[in-house]
């Protein structure tokens, strides 16, 4: 996965990240990790967490794994850095 961005125009996610070294796949949406696995994960098994906002801009680093929970409507813009 390459970096990529994200400008939150209007409303709120939260987001999850791990480093490449704990990065993983679930077929759960985030709402279902959150509920089942989230709540038993310890120590470096837990995710770096952020609420964006409108305005904010998201930097998610090549081969970080990441998960995101839209808290209301949100409009936004992305891309991906290819280099």
């Known amino acids: 996965h390459y970096t990529s961005a994200r400008l939150m125009v ?4 939260r987001w999850f990240l791990w480093p490449p070294s704990y990065a993983f ?3 759960l949406s985030v709402a279902e990790w959150l509920k089942t ?3 038993s994960l310890s120590g470096k098994e837990r995710p770096f967490e952020c609420v964006q906002r409108a305005g ?4 998610v ?3 970080w794994g990441h998960g995101v929970l839209y808290l209301e409507d949100t409009a936004g813009m992305a891309t991906l850095f290819m280099a």
Do not use: F, K, N, V
């Open 37 to 39: 696995d989230y709540p």
């Open 61 to 63: 680093p090549s081969m």
């Open 10 to 13: 209007y409303g709120r996610a």
């Open 25 to 27: 796949y679930t077929g």
């Open 56 to 59: 904010d801009l998201m930097i």
